[in-house]
């Protein structure tokens, strides 16, 4: 029994009804029941997350999980390494970007530290003004700086690395043995 046929006979539900879960139209899907067509790799991560549910929830499914059939297993695995290398890629980049955020919110920090520094202890002579235009003109900079890696960009950015590093260990839970 393919888990299509497996789904559709344990919920009750028609073609139709599933195939508007998938977002498909009822011919790919009943193209994919009979081995005609694969499923979208999108599709097929919700067809296994209701088999799962059902296998899960159902008592009397117990000693008859379906299974899917090699060509399924290996397509589903394929998908799912897909996201793999795909959530891992934005893993690794939103870990970049929050890296390059800190280090820019710490120099605009240190930067209006040591012009504070400087403005508490100027110095006299010809290079006291051209010093004070200087750091009232990087001043700005800095508080720019500061403004747009603040805390609240920097905790988006932390809960999306959140839900990539999630993302990646539940994907990864859900490769199958063929």
């Known amino acids: 029994m393919s888990a ?3 789904v559709r006979q344990k919920l009750g539900i028609s073609f139709a009804q599933l195939a508007d879960y998938f977002a498909l139209p009822i011919s790919q ?3 994919s029941q009979s ?3 694969t499923l979208p790799a999108k599709a097929n991560v919700l067809l296994m997350r209701l088999v799962n549910a059902i296998n899960k929830l159902e008592p009397n499914v117990a000693n008859t999980n379906v299974k899917p059939t090699g060509l399924e297993t290996a397509q589903l695995n394929r998908q799912i ?3 793999i290398q795909v959530t891992t890629l934005q893993l690794a980049t ?3 970007n929050m890296a390059i955020l800190n280090q820019k919110h710490q120099q605009g920090q240190l930067f209006l530290s040591v012009a504070n520094y400087l403005n508490e202890n100027p110095i006299t002579g010809s290079e006291a003004t051209r010093e004070e235009l200087w750091l009232n003109a990087l001043i700005g900079d800095a ?6 890696t603040n805390y609240a960009n920097r905790a988006f950015l932390e809960l999306q690395i959140k839900t990539l ?3 990646l260990a539940e994907t990864k839970k859900m490769q199958l043995s063929q």
Do not use: H, P
């Not at 508080?143 to 747009?148: G, R, S, V």
């Open 4 to 6: 299509i046929q497996f």
């Open 29 to 31: 899907l009943s193209m």
């Open 35 to 37: 081995g005609r067509r």
């Open 81 to 83: 390494l897909d996201k």
């Open 94 to 96: 939103a870990k970049k």
């Open 143 to 148: 508080n720019d700086i500061i403004t747009k």
């Open 165 to 167: 590093e999630f993302t």
